[in-house]
T-cell receptor
Framework: QKEVEQDPGPLSVPEGAIVSLNCTYS??????FMWYRQYSRKGPELLMY????GNKEDGRFTAQVDKSSKYISLFIRDSQPSDSATYLC???????????FGSGTKLNVKP | NAGVTQTPKFQVLKTGQSMTLQCAQD?????MYWYRQDPGMGLRLIYY???????DKGEVPNGYNVSRLNKREFSLRLESAAPSQTSVYFC??????????????FGDGTRLSIL
């Protein structure tokens, strides 16, 4: 079983829709949770970074962590064609330099 | 404000050839990482360096070697390239340690094809 599971998609939505992207994980020791956006032929770019459970909002993006369910989500409000990319979740343990990545969900926002 | 710089961006090799992928960061980060990204497999850690002078194996280290040349630079070497090493290679850095993990910052990758 992989440490981090992520639905590969692709997920296709119309412009303006609310998008929900999700990851599940198996290691209860994970405490740091990240979301990256990766455009085609580019490196992953950090979008959101949260510690432990709860919500964090940044503009149109909201990251949510539910440690009891081992489930994290990224919500994108008012989605734009420029949001079309692959979204990777990542997580790590306290005081541990290794990060575990999901395989990424490809999102397509249609104009 | 370059961040993480990888060279070369593209490379084609023949089976059995060797090459070194270069990575440099200008953020004064302690930790550096090498990943490979393959379709459907996500990012897989090859090697990492928690701090200058140390290196450790990741998930898929076979066929690779690394050198942490100084705090800024971390290179990945393929001694005898194999077609299975055809992939996109990403270097990343983070200011990890001290009990509080900082997220990683990535370069734009090296696309490597081995014939």
């Amino acid at each position: 079983q992989k440490e981090v599971e992520q639905d590969p998609g692709p997920l296709s939505v119309p412009e303006g829709a609310i998008v929900s992207l999700n990851c599940t994980y198996s290691n209860s020791a994970f405490q740091y949770f990240m979301w990256y956006r990766q455009y085609s032929r580019k490196g992953p770019e950090l979008l959101m970074y949260t510690y432990s459970s709860g919500n964090k909002e940044d503009g149109r993006f909201t990251a949510q962590v539910d440690k009891s369910s081992k489930y994290i989500s990224l919500f994108i409000r008012d989605s734009q064609p420029s949001d079309s990319a692959t979204y990777l979740c990542a997580m790590s343990r306290y005081n541990f330099n290794k990060f575990y990545f999901g395989s990424g969900t490809k999102l397509n926002v249609k104009p | 404000n370059a961040g993480v710089t990888q060279t070369p961006k593209f490379q084609v090799l023949k089976t059995g050839q060797s090459m070194t992928l270069q990575c440099a960061q200008d953020m004064n980060h302690n930790s550096m990482y090498w990943y490979r990204q393959d379709p459907g497999m996500g990012l897989r850690l090859i090697y990492y360096s928690a701090s200058e002078g140390t290196t450790d194996k990741g998930e898929v280290p076979n066929g690779y070697n690394v050198s942490r040349l100084n705090k800024r630079e971390f290179s990945l070497r393929l001694e005898s390239a194999a077609p299975s090493q055809t992939s996109v290679y990403f270097c990343a850095s983070s200011d990890g340690g001290g009990g509080f993990n900082q997220p990683q910052h990535f370069g734009d990758g090296t696309r490597l094809s081995i014939l």
